[in-house]
């Protein structure tokens, strides 16, 4: 991860990264497609944007930082909920 080249008057707290992502096409009737491009995020708290751009696409998604937030909290709180659950369900077949 890494600060990218300023401009006079950007945000100083963005932070961007390359990785790759998953690009699945949908099509009605047939099965659908992937591809794994590389892409970059860029992140700006302050503007409250996280924003993926597909290079090789021509596109960029963005979404907004809080609830992008909210969403991973959720799912975490789930994850945590679903682990608990296991754990007791792992020890009952333990205990007969």
Known sequence: ???????????????????????????????????????????????GVLSISIRERSMMISVRVDELCAILQASSQAAARWSVSEERVREEHETK
């Open 1 to 47: 991860m890494k600060e990218p080249e300023r401009l006079q008057g950007d945000p100083s707290d963005a932070i961007e990264t390359d990785i790759y992502c998953a690009i699945t096409k949908f099509a009605k009737g047939k099965q659908p497609t992937q591809v794994t491009l590389p892409c970059r995020v860029l992140c700006c708290y302050s503007e």
